[in-house]
C-alpha cells in the first residue's frame, strides 16, 4: 500500500507569499493518478489539481501542480487571504485504490 | 449542475450497522468514465477512502474495512448506498460522497473526485 507523507505540517505565510506545498509516496505514482484538494473549516474538499498538474475547471491559475516519481509540489504564487486552510494530496491506486496525505495547513502568519 | 447530499443517522450506538444514502443530481451513474465514492474523515484528522462505485456496477473497498462495507447503487433513483457494519466509537466521522470522474488521455487514465456533497456528521456513542 503506498503511503504519502505531507510536509510541512503546517505553513504560516503571508498574504502574496509564495507556498510550496510537498507530497512524497512511499512508493513510485503515477502522475496521471496524483490529486490535490483544499479544504476550508466547516467545508467539503475542493478539488485543485489532477494528473498532477491539470488545473481543475475555474481554479485560479496561481495554483499549479508538479512532479514525478516520489515527489509531488503543489504551489500557490501568491496567496490569497481565501487560500487559507489545509491541503491533501491524494493517489489513485489498483491496490488499495484511494489513498490521502495527512494534509498540509495553510494559515495566517 | 452535478450536487450530491448526503443522508442518514446522526447518532448511532456500537455494533449498530450504519446505512447511508448520498442522493445526487446532473449526471447519470450509467453513464461511461463516472463513479461515485464515499470519504470519511474523523473530527480533525485527515480524509479516509472508504469505498468507491462505478458505472458498470464494479465496487472497490478500502481494504482496511473491506470486511465491514458495503456500496451498492440504484440508478434510477440516482442514489448509491453505503453501508457499514459494526459501528464503533472510532468511526465517528464526516462521511462523504463523491463524484467520480475518469478518463483516457494519451494512454493514460485520469481519475479525480471533482464534486463533493457536504457531508454527514455521524457520532457513534453508547
Known amino acids: 500500500e503506498i503511503v504519502l507523507t505531507q510536509s510541512p505540517g503546517t505553513l504560516s505565510l503571508s498574504p502574496g507569499e509564495r507556498a510550496t506545498l510537498s507530497c512524497r509516496a512511499s512508493?513510485?505514482?503515477?502522475?496521471?493518478?496524483l490529486a490535490w484538494y483544499q479544504q476550508k473549516p466547516g467545508q467539503a474538499p475542493r478539488l485543485l489539481i489532477y494528473?498532477?498538474?491539470s488545473r481543475a475547471t475555474g481554479i485560479p491559475d496561481r495554483f499549479s501542480g508538479s512532479g514525478s516519481g516520489t515527489d509531488f509540489t503543489l504551489t500557490i504564487s501568491r496567496l490569497e487571504p481565501e487560500d487559507f486552510g489545509v491541503y491533501y494530496c491524494?493517489?489513485?491506486?489498483?491496490?488499495?485504490?484511494?489513498?490521502f496525505g495527512p494534509g498540509t495547513k495553510v494559515d495566517i502568519k | 449542475q452535478i450536487t450530491l447530499k448526503e443522508s442518514g443517522p446522526t447518532l448511532m450506538k456500537p455494533t449498530q450497522t450504519l446505512t447511508l444514502t448520498c442522493t445526487f443530481s446532473?449526471?447519470?451513474?450509467?453513464?461511461?468514465?463516472?463513479?461515485v465514492g464515499w470519504i470519511r474523515q474523523p473530527p480533525g484528522k485527515a480524509l479516509e477512502w472508504l469505498a468507491l462505485i462505478y458505472w458498470d456496477d464494479d465496487k472497490r473497498y478500502s481494504p482496511s474495512l473491506k470486511s465491514r462495507l458495503t456500496i451498492s447503487k440504484d440508478t434510477s433513483k440516482n442514489q448509491v448506498v453505503l453501508t457499514m457494519t459494526n459501528m464503533d466509537a472510532v468511526d465517528t466521522a464526516t462521511y462523504y460522497c463523491?463524484?467520480?470522474?475518469?478518463?483516457?488521455?494519451?494512454?493514460?487514465?485520469?481519475?479525480?473526485?471533482?464534486?463533493w456533497g457536504q457531508g454527514t456528521l455521524v457520532t457513534v456513542s453508547s
Open positions: 463523491a463524484h467520480l470522474t475518469y478518463h483516457y488521455n494519451s494512454a493514460r487514465y485520469y481519475y479525480r473526485f471533482d464534486y
Open positions: 494528473g498532477a498538474s
Open positions: 446532473g449526471f447519470s451513474l450509467s453513464t461511461s468514465g463516472v463513479g
Open positions: 512508493q513510485t505514482v503515477s502522475s496521471n493518478y
Open positions: 491524494q493517489q489513485y491506486g489498483t491496490s488499495p485504490g484511494f489513498t
